[in-house]
């Protein structure tokens, strides 16, 4: 009999840095560093030769060359590693365009070089997490059988070390024994690129080619939250019946702050899950009434407006310009959701998961009757400093949620989800 599961623990890179794990973005840095020129030889792609006014020279990738200046290429600072996923949206489209050109032998070289730095930071990205050695140290540590885990982490940190059994942990970003299932990035750039800045050629024909970058390193995180839905489901988790959430050594960066308002609004009583860019929004736009034509120009100016022009100059979007822009993400999504529910569909036809029911549902447990929730669920939050605590403060108003606690360490948070018989070091 499977036991009912009101716990949810979140687990983030925070959790390994507390078993020792050198698993920070500045180690990430490190090892990039050090082995980039293996990288490049591994992959046929070849290094870029930089002069000093002085005369000398060093080498650099098209990773510089892209995330950083190009007119004036160094090896990328500290804060664009330290805060890695975020930097990926950072491209500036204005100066690239205008570092390649616009002919066709420029816009050639630089989705050359564009792609190869997307390659080329997967490749470092997923040997970097090869490299990390868990090791199999028992801590004693055994959380109780209440407990689901959502794991923003790639590592295996807690099959190897706490016992916990796969099928109650969900990699929401994949795993690092699994490259192809990596997903690292940001969150500011899901739209599909606009094929028509392709076709106008020149410094449009650049836009779409940084677009391309900017959407495979976006995280889709609303995709995610609908491959979490599946995957709770499958568990037999019911969001009812989650009495407590614990966050254990997440950074609560933006990136992520839409799992943290998705998890608020499914544990709350009184809010129901809303995308930032609500459909209830575009309700009053009659498709009849929209003007194909002026529809995309709205949407090629969006575009050029938050990604391509020159960042020293801001020229607001228009009401028209961020509907259109609205209307063509809903659409997009909403073809990726319906693909999603088919596969889902289809997954339980072909399964005896769930043996009799009308209809798609959360399979009970123990043969309990589903729960009725009565209150909102109780957040349990660790942080490492003043600065940590002021960020996820901010994150949690911004998600609307007042039913939390911090905690300043690790090994306080877990206590009460250990069993009796585990012994915490």
């Given amino acids: 009999m499977l036991k009912k599961k009101d716990t949810l623990v979140i687990i983030g890179n925070g959790f390994d840095r507390w078993q020792n794990l050198d698993t920070s973005y500045s180690s990430f840095q490190k ?7 293996e990288i490049l030889d591994k992959l046929g792609i070849g ?20 995330y950083g200046n190009p007119f ?5 600072d ?10 990926l949206a950072t491209i500036d489209a204005y100066r690239i365009n205008a570092f390649f050109g616009k002919d066709d032998k420029g816009l050639k070289e630089m989705s050359k070089s564009i792609d190869n730095a997307r390659h080329i930071l997967n490749v470092a990205f ?3 997490l090869e490299s990390i050695e868990i090791g199999e140290e028992d801590t004693g540590i055994r959380f109780g059988e209440n407990c689901y885990f959502i794991n923003f982490n790639y590592t295996s940190t807690l099959e190897k070390r706490f016992c916990v059994d796969s099928s109650d942990i969900y990699h929401i970003h994949g795993e690092a024994d699994d490259p192809e299932s990596i997903v690292v990035g940001h969150s500011a750039h899901p739209q599909e690129p606009l094929y028509e800045l392709y076709d106008f050629g020149g410094r449009f024909r650049g836009l779409y080619h940084v677009e ?10 609303k995709d995610n939250i609908n491959l979490l839905i599946a995957a709770m489901s499958l568990s037999g988790i019911n969001p009812d019946d989650i009495k407590d959430i614990y966050v254990l050594g997440h950074s609560f960066g933006m990136a992520d702050i839409q799992y943290f308002q998705f998890l608020n609004c499914e544990t709350n009583l009184s809010m129901r899950y809303l995308d930032d860019e609500s459909d209830s929004d575009l309700n009053g736009d009659c498709e009849a009434t929209i003007d194909p034509l002026n529809d995309l120009y709205n949407r090629i100016q969006y575009t050029i407006k938050r990604y391509g022009n020159d960042k020293s100059i801001t020229e607001e979007m228009t009401p028209e310009e961020e509907r259109a822009f609205l209307r063509r993400l809903s659409m997009e ?20 998961i769930f043996s009799s029911q009308d209809e798609i549902g959360y399979k009970e447990v123990a043969s309990e009757e589903p729960t009725c929730r009565v209150q909102d669920a109780m957040w349990h939050i660790t942080y490492f400093s003043e600065d940590d605590e ?31 018989k585990a012994v915490v070091s």
């Fill in 31 to 37: 090892y990039y560093e050090e082995h980039r020129d």
């Fill in 212 to 221: 391309i970058v900017l959407y495979e390193t976006d995280k889709h995180v």
């Fill in 78 to 87: 500290d804060d664009f590693w330290w805060r890695f996923e975020d930097s």
């Fill in 333 to 352: 999504q909403d073809e990726r959701d319906r693909i999603l529910e088919n596969d889902f569909h289809e997954l339980l036809s072909d399964s005896d």
């Fill in 390 to 420: 002021n960020r996820i403060k901010e994150a949690m108003e911004r998600i609307g949620c007042t039913n939390y606690e911090l905690i300043s360490s690790i090994d306080e948070a877990i206590k009460p989800l250990v069993t009796e």
């Fill in 126 to 128: 997923a040997s970097w």
């Fill in 47 to 66: 290094k870029i030769r930089v002069f000093d006014k002085d005369g000398s020279s060093f080498d650099i990738s098209d990773v510089e060359l892209i």
């Fill in 72 to 76: 004036k290429p160094a090896n990328l």
